[in-house]
């Protein structure tokens, strides 16, 4: 089974709108992490934001925020009042832990384009 | 310094060169991981070193030599590659290993990337 499946391979938004990108998750670790990163054309993946198996909110990154729903194993980012520079591909991973260390799983990755 | 460098940023090379990829971090982090991504793909998950110790090789080619000489740095020596190795090779970095059950950050920062061409 997918550890990460990011069901979106390519999302349109219009400028200033906001958009969800969906990630679902596959662990049966109690203790893990999941983050969301962006990676523009450049090639640098850029973290954006992160949510603890433990924490009781959701996340929030100043226009980034994470819809953690923690019993349907979804971890949606939601980017509000986009700007051209969000054109981007994103993916979400998740961090276990094992006896050998953390292990990071990376979903598909969803393309994002902000339309002016 | 939350940075994570890396050199080259782009390399070409023949098949039969022998060429490495370096990478650096100040941050004190004890665990660090190369990727190998291909174009619109997630990155691939190579090697992972642990206190300066392999933990994890996920059953990469002999062609490619990881080495961790401190904490700190990190090199993939390319040897004989072949050209569906070209890609974005990426190397990151993370508190440390974690412990099972333990609740920990363990951001992985990630460098700019190599760019390789194998002709």
């Known amino acids: 089974a997918q550890k990460i499946t990011q069901t979106q391979p390519g999302m349109f938004v219009q400028e200033k709108e906001a958009v969800t990108l969906d990630c679902t998750y596959d662990?049966?670790?109690?203790?893990?992490?999941l983050f969301w990163y962006k990676q523009p054309s450049s090639g640098e993946m850029i973290f954006l934001i992160y949510q603890g198996s433990y924490d009781q909110q959701n996340a929030t990154e100043g226009r980034y925020s994470l819809n953690f729903q923690k019993a349907r194993k979804s971890a949606n980012l939601v980017i509000s009042a986009s700007q051209l520079g969000d054109s981007a591909m994103y993916f979400c991973a998740m961090r276990e832990a094992s006896n050998t260390g953390n292990q990071f799983y990376f979903g598909t990755g969803t393309s994002l384009t902000v339309i002016p | 310094d939350t940075e994570v460098t890396q050199t080259p940023k782009h390399l070409v090379m023949g098949m039969t060169n022998k060429k490495s990829l370096k990478c650096e971090q100040h941050m004190g982090h004890r665990a660090m991981y190369w990727y190998k991504q291909k174009a619109k793909k997630p990155p691939e998950l190579m090697f992972v070193y642990s206190y300066e110790k392999l933990s994890i090789n996920e059953s990469v080619p002999s062609r490619f030599s990881p080495e961790c000489p401190n904490s700190s740095l990190l090199n993939l020596h390319l040897h004989a590659l072949q050209p569906e190795d070209s890609a974005l090779y990426l190397c990151a970095s993370s508190q440390g290993p974690g412990l099972a059950g333990g609740q920990d950050y363990n951001e992985q920062f990630f460098g700019p990337g190599t760019r390789l061409t194998v002709l």
């Open positions: 662990t049966s670790d109690p203790s893990y992490g």
